[in-house]
């Protein structure tokens, strides 16, 4: 079992390009989370999906839009970067809909915004 | 912000030592998960502890927790170099869909 993959592993962009960033899971999770890590500012949560066909906004959703694909798969997207947007982006997914399992994570995309 | 707070945010301790973390948090939980972050990583499920227990093991893991200060503690045992990392409370939050992370402590095992 992969666990959760993400793509990219890097990526610099110019302010106002877009992207997406894709994340993958092999586990059946149901649950699937796209988080920010900033430095001094723990994870934040951007959207995440308690299953297939539903989305609903974290913490700091703007500037960002998911897509639920399958189960397997859940995408951001940046539609017009901006430096703001300088971070490492996390992937998870846990076994419900609720969140108390364990939550399983992708190694990271680090993204600069220039 | 829902976010915990870490205590301390970074600590540096020789092999064999023990090192003692904490987490504070503000609202009622239904449990209380440790994760750990090696640099570069993704982060890695330690231990979760519900919110009627008040402690857990697990091999050189200990964690307590004290719903009534809202506060939790992971304490790692005959440390290793292996054991540096970046170590996070997260919160999973009564009606909340989502777990809180706080900000973290930089544990730091000098061989």
């Known amino acids: 079992n992969a666990g959760v993959t993400q793509t990219p592993k890097f990526q610099v962009l110019k302010t106002g390009q877009s992207m997406t960033l894709q994340c993958a899971q092999d586990?059946?999770?149901?649950?699937m989370y796209w988080y920010r890590q900033d430095p001094g500012m723990g994870l934040r949560l951007i959207y995440y999906s308690a299953s297939e066909g539903t989305t609903d906004k974290g913490e700091v959703p703007n500037g960002y839009n998911v897509s639920r694909l399958n189960k397997r798969e859940f995408s951001l997207r940046l539609e017009s970067a901006a430096p703001s947007q300088t971070s490492v982006y996390f992937c998870?997914?846990?076994?419900?809909?609720?969140?108390?399992?364990?939550?399983?994570f992708g190694p990271g995309t680090r993204l600069t915004v220039l | 912000s829902q976010q915990g707070e870490e205590d301390p945010q970074a600590l540096s301790i020789q092999e064999g030592e023990n090192a003692t973390m904490n987490c504070s948090y503000k609202t009622s939980i239904n449990n209380l998960q440790w994760y750990r972050q090696n640099s570069g990583r993704g982060l890695v499920h330690l231990i979760l502890?519900?919110?009627?227990?008040r402690e857990k093991h697990s091999g050189r893991l200990r964690v307590t927790l004290d719903t009534s200060k809202k506060s939790s503690s992971l304490l790692i045992t005959a440390s290793r170099a292996a054991d540096t990392a970046s170590y996070f409370c997260?919160?999973?939050?009564?009606?909340?869909?989502?777990?809180?992370f706080g900000t973290g402590t930089r544990l730091t095992v000098i061989p």
């Open positions: 502890i519900r919110s009627n227990e």
């Open positions: 997260a919160t999973d939050e009564t009606g909340a869909n989502n777990l809180f």
């Open positions: 586990m059946n999770h149901n649950s």
């Open positions: 998870a997914s846990s076994g419900s809909g609720r969140s108390y399992n364990e939550q399983f």
